[in-house]
């Protein structure tokens, strides 16, 4: 059964595609094409390939579809205009996820714009030798909640060796037992109470999950010095920690959940979903005490993508990268395998 759905859902992917090329404003193909078999290099070589021609402020550069569908933060634009006109270099920071399996790879890390560094979430879809999908998401500096920015793209800085480690082939989980560990994650947060997912009592964490979000470490933070022991700070937190208190009971709805993006040799997936919160900001924690967060009073959304290190069937690190947008943003990129 995951045979036939995976062979349905990239047929019908390939029909949406089809379909939206006659929607969005069309590209012009060029350069030469990409290997049928692209491969991890190849994937990440084609990454390479694309911020060049960023910083290039030239398309044609690109094996590009003559109709490729690009975006900049889920709205739809010609490939050329937004980032296209003011990208200044790429940053030290990069991260790359590939799925050769499905002709897909994403891209976080640091490019300059206006002598300032920001976060680029890319990714791209590869369909017959060409470019069919530009996903971007950009977070510059003071687009909402924590950053660190700045230490992401300090020369040497780096991902852990542990999301580049490869998984025997016998010890490799599928592509569906992946994605569904990833929801989870989205499930156990939507509306978080400390029951667990779906009210089972548990989260899906290893006792060493950390979390950075827009190059900020939002989990297992070093209390400040002059704390009081029983003050509430969710980021000294660890993740299973967080979640069992029901920290994050700010977050009412996560919706438009994707998970194009699944590298099964390392056991990692690269997803998509908008955050809608700010309607509630006060709550009582699992552990009977009240809480109110600072700010989140009115409606707002983030968009986020957000990479998942799973081993063993539970999340080991988490990386993300959200700007904020308007309330109940509706994506520009249809589907969804949770039903969300």
């Known amino acids: 059964m995951r045979f036939r759905f995976d062979a349905i859902g990239t047929i019908l ?24 078999n692209c491969d991890r290099a190849c994937l990440e070589g084609l990454v390479d390939q694309y911020l060049a021609a960023f910083v290039a402020h030239d398309p044609k550069r690109l094996p590009l579809s003559a109709d490729a569908k690009y975006s900049e933060n889920d ?43 920001l976060l680029l979430s890319l990714r791209l879809r590869v369909e017959l030798g060409r470019i069919t999908e530009i996903e971007s998401i950009y977070y510059r500096q003071g687009g909402g909640g924590p950053a660190g920015i700045t230490t992401l793209d300090a020369p040497g800085y780096k991902p852990e060796d542990m999301w580049f480690k490869s998984i025997p082939p016998a010890q490799r989980m599928s592509r569906q037992e992946l994605i569904a560990v ?6 156990g947060l939507q509306k978080n109470d400390g029951k667990g997912v779906n009210g089972t009592g548990t989260y899906n964490f290893t006792n060493d999950c950390d979390r950075i979000e827009n190059g900020a470490h939002t989990t297992n933070v070093p209390r400040p010095p002059n704390e009081p022991k029983d003050a509430i700070n969710g980021f000294a937190l660890d993740c299973m920690s967080q979640f069992k208190l029901g920290y994050y009971f700010v ?66 690190r988490v990386e993300m990268i959200g700007p904020s947008v308007p309330y109940h943003l509706n994506s520009a990129w249809p589907g969804s395998l949770s039903g969300q």
Not at 15 to 36: D, E, K, N, W
Not at 90 to 106: L, R, S
Request: charged share 20%; aromatic share 12%.
């Open 251 to 316: 977050v009412q709805s996560i919706h438009h959940r994707r998970y194009p993006v699944v590298d099964r040799e390392r056991g990692v997936v690269w997803s998509h979903a908008v955050f809608d919160q700010g309607t509630v900001n006060k709550g009582v924690l699992s552990d009977g005490r009240p809480y109110a967060f600072k700010g989140f009073n009115r409606p707002s959304s983030i968009l986020v993508t957000e990479a998942f290190l799973i081993e063993n069937g539970k999340i080991r």
């Open 182 to 187: 990833a929801d989870s994650y989205f499930s």
């Open 13 to 36: 992917c390939a029909t949406a595609v089809v379909f939206v090329g006659h929607l969005v404003p069309r590209a012009h193909a060029s350069t030469g094409p990409i290997p049928l």
């Open 75 to 117: 709205q739809l634009m010609d490939v050329g205009d937004g980032f296209w006109k003011t990208a200044e270099r790429v940053g030290n920071y990069k991260h790359v996820f590939a799925d050769p399996e499905f002709g897909q790879v994403a891209f976080m890390g640091t490019m300059h714009e206006a002598g300032a560094a």
